[in-house]
């Protein structure tokens, strides 16, 4: 038996193209991590329910382990490591919005979004858009604080395509 062809693809990662070769069928999460060594996006559920490999494709929340990484070639494609040293990576820490921090870099890129989409968001759209994301060590409280204070000190983050 044969093994599957694999082909070069030019992806855009955290602002810088990178190629690599393989297969039509690999995961984004399996590119990321195996491919590019980028391992903020973790493998959990495998099925798109945890979120604990999400990365934002052209700004939108993905969960990496749903899309084929052929299906993001000409797309912006954002990872926990590409949003170093952002206002809410510091207020995950300064509200200590994480316990085993398994599943921190995903909600991070998701609270990044949300941030960007939501600049006024309320309660009731915090908790819709966390709801895409499970913690098993819940430290749900922690994480809405620490988006209500990015939100309540940036109440207008320009998104101009750069993260």
């Keep these: 038996m044969e093994a599957p062809a694999k082909c070069e693809m030019q992806l855009l990662v955290n602002g810088e193209t990178k190629s690599v070769v393989a297969r039509q069928a690999d995961t984004l999460l399996f590119v990321l991590r195996n491919e590019l060594g980028l391992t903020g996006a973790k493998p959990g559920c495998l099925n798109g329910d945890c979120g604990a490999c999400t990365v934002l494709v052209d700004g939108i929340p993905i969960k990496s382990c749903m899309m084929l990484a052929i299906e993001t070639v000409g797309k912006a494609i954002t990872t926990s490591e590409g949003l170093h040293n952002t206002a809410i990576q510091r207020a995950f820490v300064e509200h200590f919005a994480f316990q085993c921090g398994y599943c921190t870099p995903g909600f991070i890129m ?7 989409r939501h600049p006024d968001a309320d309660d009731r759209i ?11 060590c819940t430290s749900y409280k922690e994480i809405e604080a620490a988006v209500k204070t990015v939100l309540a000190n940036h109440p207008s983050i320009p998104n101009d395509g750069h993260f």
């Design 126 to 136: 915090i908790q819709e858009w966390l709801e895409s994301n499970i913690c098993r």
């Design 110 to 116: 998701n609270a990044f979004a949300l941030i960007e």
